[in-house]
């Protein structure tokens, strides 16, 4: 993929602070086990860059931010996560977009108002969710994850300031013949 430069006359929001490479070591991944549940120590590398904007139907302009994660288990340093996507910014109707995809079968778009900014501190917050009974912000996977794994629900808390990003994601699951709420949670400090 051919980076893009960031022009000034792009306006990527509360997106703008996502831009750059994220590393973080403090991760604790809680997933579903057949019995009970797995906790995995983990770290992560985060890439985002800035990808221009575009213009749906003639009226919705929408910044993009296009990135890829990558996560390892401490224990072993084998990769358990892999993910690509888009955080997109609709600054007219202040709405925030997080489209992903993990190579399980599994695509969602999640959704959000951006509230702005902190008052006390340069931390920007971005929150976004998605169901599968969500009209606006929804879920596909494959007829295995529907049978064996499927994602009922996404949540995901975002605070960035310069030098710290910090997430909590929760994928509400059924699995095991059970519901589930798989979180993981990360600090992650700027790198370039």
Known sequence: MPKKIITPE?????????????KGDKGMDVSPEVIGD??????ETMVFEGAGDLTNAGIQKIAMVRYHLVVSKKINDEVFHDQVGYWLWDEANSIIMHSLTVPRGLCVLAGGTFKGKSSKSKTITLEVKAGIKDKNWGIVQ??????NAKTLEFRQKISI???????????VLKIYGRKFDHTDKNTLVKVK
């Open 10 to 22: 792009v306006n990527y929001g509360p997106l703008q602070g996502l831009i750059g490479t994220w």
């Open 142 to 147: 494959s007829p295995f994850m529907n049978k």
């Open 38 to 43: 797995e906790k995995s120590p983990f770290y």
């Open 161 to 171: 300031s310069p030098k710290k990003l910090e997430y909590f994601e929760t994928t």
